[in-house]
């Protein structure tokens, strides 16, 4: 992947206008799940993010950082 999704551009106006930004996977096998994990967590902070968006039981949780 060249770029992750969405494009910086976009992810930085979220965070501008607060967003709530969570992670997800398009693994196909179990040992790729985390994949590039510590890179996207990165990418969210250069954006402005300083928290994670969790959920439980529909339960909305930022999880900083």
């Known amino acids: 992947v060249k770029e992750p999704y969405p494009t910086r551009k976009i992810l930085e106006y979220c965070s501008s206008l607060k967003i709530p930004v969570t992670l997800g996977t398009d ?3 179990l040992n790729e799940i985390d994949a590039n994990y510590d890179s996207i967590v990165e ?3 250069t954006a402005g993010y300083t928290e ?4 439980n039981r529909r339960k909305l ?3 900083p950082f």
């Open 27 to 29: 693994a196909h096998r």
């Open 52 to 55: 994670l968006a969790t959920f």
């Open 43 to 45: 990418y969210a902070k």
């Open 61 to 63: 949780t930022l999880v």
